[in-house]
C-alpha cells in the first residue's frame, strides 16, 4: 500500500483528499499543513508521492520543491494551483514537479494522476537497476543436458511462492536464474529487488534489509525503507547469503516465519510480501557444522534447491555463450561487429573456466576484442591465461601430501576430497592473483571478477591469508 503526503495549508482540502486517496485509491495517506512540516514529514516517513499546494503562505510550494530538488530526493510531487496560472505549474515542473492539476479537478482523476506517477517512480528504479545490470552477465544461455535440466526445474518451481536457494560456484549465473525465477512467476509485474549481503557493511546489514526510522543512529537522518518493503509483491534475491551476520540471521528467520519486519528504531511491525529467493557460493551445511549459519535459517531458506553446474561442467554451451558475449561486447563498445576464427572457439571450448566461469569467460572475450583490430579475432589475441586445459591442478591442501614425481613405485599419497580440491584450488587462484598484482586488494578483486574488495578479504580472512 502506498503512502501519500498532502501538503496543503487548507485543512479541509487536505483533510478531503485524504479522505477520498483512501476511498477511491485506496491509499495511506499523511498531511503537512506548510512546505516545512512537509519536508519534516518526508525525512520521517517513506512517503511514495506527495500532492503539493504551491499557494502557501510563508514557505510556499516551490519553496519546498527547491529544497526537494536540493536534496536530490526522488519522490515524485505532483502540485495543484488555484489561480489557474498554468504558467505557475509550468514552472513548477522546471523545478522537478512530475505533473500538476487544477483545484477543480474531480477527484477520480486526482487519484489517476497519482496513480500514474507511482506507476511512473517503480518503472524509473526499475530502468536503473537494469542500467546497472547491463553487461555483467549474459542470459541463462545454453542446451547442454545439465542446462536443459536446470531451466525444466526453475519453469517448475518459478510459480510456486516458497523460499528456493540456489547453489553455484562464483560466476556461474545464480542471479539470472533467480531473475527467471522472477519472471515466470505470477510476481513478474512486481519488483526484483537484489541485496548482495557480501558488500553490505555489518553495521548497516539490518538497515539495508528491513529498513529504519529517521534518527534510530547517527547518520539517519530520514525514515527509509528496507529491501523487504521495496521488494512488496515481487522477489527478494539474497546474493551470498552465507555472508550475512548471525545477528542479522536470526532477525532474517523471524522475518520468514512472521512475514512481517520492524524498522530499526521503530516499535510497530509492518507486514511485508516477497518472495525471498537466496544464493550461495559456500557450503551451507559445512557453515552449519562451524556454527557460522543458523540451522533453522537453513531450513526456511532450502524448501527448493537449485544447482547452477559450473560452465566446466556444460563445456558444450561455450560456443553459444562467446558468440552472444561476444555481439553483446561489440555493441557495448560501439566497435564493428568480430567473429570468432575457428580455432578460436576450439580452445575457448577446451578452457575449464575453473576461476570465475561465465564471468571470466566475458573478461577473456572483452580482451580479446580490445586485442583485435580485424573483423576476425585470431589466437593471436587469445590471453595467456586461456591455456586449453579441461582440468584445474590444485594445489594440495594443508595436511595432505601429494606423491612427488620421482616417488618409488607403490607409494601413493591419500587422494583429495572434492572439498578439499576445490579449497586448495581457490587458494591456489587467490595466491597467484594477489602476487601478479602485488597484493593490492583492489586490483586483485577487479582481475578476479569480485564485486568489490571486500569479498576478496572475506575470502582471504577463510583461508587466512595475509602479506
Keep these: ?14 483533510q478531503q483528499y485524504a479522505y477520498d486517496l483512501k476511498r477511491l485509491g485506496g491509499h495511506e495517506t499523511v498531511t503537512a499543513a506548510d512546505a516545512d512540516e512537509g519536508l519534516d514529514v518526508l525525512a520521517r516517513e517513506p512517503v511514495d508521492c506527495v500532492i503539493l499546494d504551491l499557494e502557501m503562505p510563508g514557505r510556499d510550494g516551490f519553496a519546498f520543491l527547491r529544497e526537494h530538488q536540493q536534496k536530490g530526493l526522488t519522490v515524485p510531487v505532483i502540485v495543484y494551483t488555484g489561480t489557474g496560472s498554468y504558467d505557475r505549474c509550468v514552472r513548477a515542473v522546471k523545478l522537478g514537479a512530475y505533473g500538476f492539476l487544477a483545484k477543480e479537478e474531480p477527484l477520480e482523476r ?17 530502468v536503473k537497476q537494469l542500467r546497472r545490470s547491463v553487461g555483467h552477465d549474459s542470459p541463462l544461455i545454453g542446451e547442454s543436458t545439465a542446462m536443459r535440466a536446470l531451466k525444466e526445474q526453475i519453469g517448475r518451481l518459478a510459480p510456486i511462492p516458497s523460499p528456493v536457494l540456489i547453489l553455484g560456484e562464483s560466476g556461474s549465473g545464480k542471479e539470472l536464474v533467480a531473475r527467471l525465477l522472477h519472471d515466470e512467476s505470477t510476481r513478474r ?24 526510522e529517521r ?46 519486519i520492524t524498522r530499526i528504531g521503530a516499535a510497530r511491525e509492518i507486514a511485508v510480501d516477497a518472495r525471498v529467493v537466496a544464493a550461495t557460493n559456500r557450503d551451507l551445511d559445512a557453515e552449519v557444522a562451524g556454527s557460522r549459519f543458523r540451522e533453522d535459517l537453513l531450513f526456511r531458506l532450502n524448501v527448493h534447491v537449485l544447482r ?28 564493428h561487429p568480430k567473429r570468432f576464427a575457428s580455432e578460436v572457439i576450439a580452445q575457448l571450448t577446451a578452457h575449464d573456466w575453473a576461476r570465475n566461469n561465465v564471468r571470466e569467460l566475458r573478461n577473456v572475450i572483452e580482451r580479446l576484442v580490445i586485442a583485435s ?6 589466437l593471436a589475441a587469445m590471453p595467456a591465461l586461456v591455456d586449453g586445459r579441461t582440468a584445474s591442478k590444485a594445489a594440495a591442501a594443508p595436511g595432505r601430501t601429494a606423491a ?6 607403490g607409494h601413493t599419497a591419500a587422494p583429495l576430497t572434492l572439498k578439499e580440491s576445490k579449497t586448495a584450488a581457490e ?13 593490492h586488494i583492489t586490483n586483485t578483486a577487479s582481475e578476479l571478477g569480485l564485486a568489490d574488495h571486500s569479498s576478496l578479504l572475506k575470502i582471504m580472512r577463510r583461508h587466512g591469508l595475509k602479506r
Design 308 to 335: 547452477v553446474p559450473p560452465l566446466r561442467e556444460r563445456l558444450d554451451d561455450v560456443p553459444l555463450l562467446a558468440e552472444h558475449l561476444l555481439t553483446a561486447t561489440c555493441a557495448k563498445f560501439g566497435g
Design 189 to 212: 509485474h512486481g519488483p526484483f529487488v537484489t541485496v548482495n549481503c557480501a558488500a553490505l557493511p555489518d553495521n548497516l546489514t539490518e538497515s539495508e534489509l528491513f529498513g529504519h
Design 1 to 14: 500500500m502506498s503512502l501519500i503526503l498532502i501538503v496543503d495549508d487548507v485543512a479541509a482540502m487536505r
Design 404 to 409: 612427488p614425481d620421482n616417488a618409488a613405485p
Design 110 to 126: 486526482v487519484v489517476q494522476e497519482v496513480d500514474n506517477a507511482l506507476q511512473w517512480a517503480r518503472l524509473t528504479r526499475e
Design 373 to 378: 583490430d580485424g573483423d576476425v579475432i585470431t
Design 427 to 439: 587458494l591456489q587462484i587467490i595466491l597467484a592473483a594477489l602476487e601478479r598484482n602485488g597484493w
Design 215 to 260: 534518527g534510530a543512529f547517527t547518520g539517519a537522518d530520514r525514515t527509509r525503507r528496507g529491501a523487504f518493503e521495496n521488494a512488496a509483491h515481487g522477489t527478494l534475491f539474497l546474493d551470498e547469503v552465507g555472508e550475512l551476520p548471525v545477528a542479522a540471521q536470526a532477525k532474517l528467520l523471524r522475518v520468514l516465519e512472521a512475514n512481517t
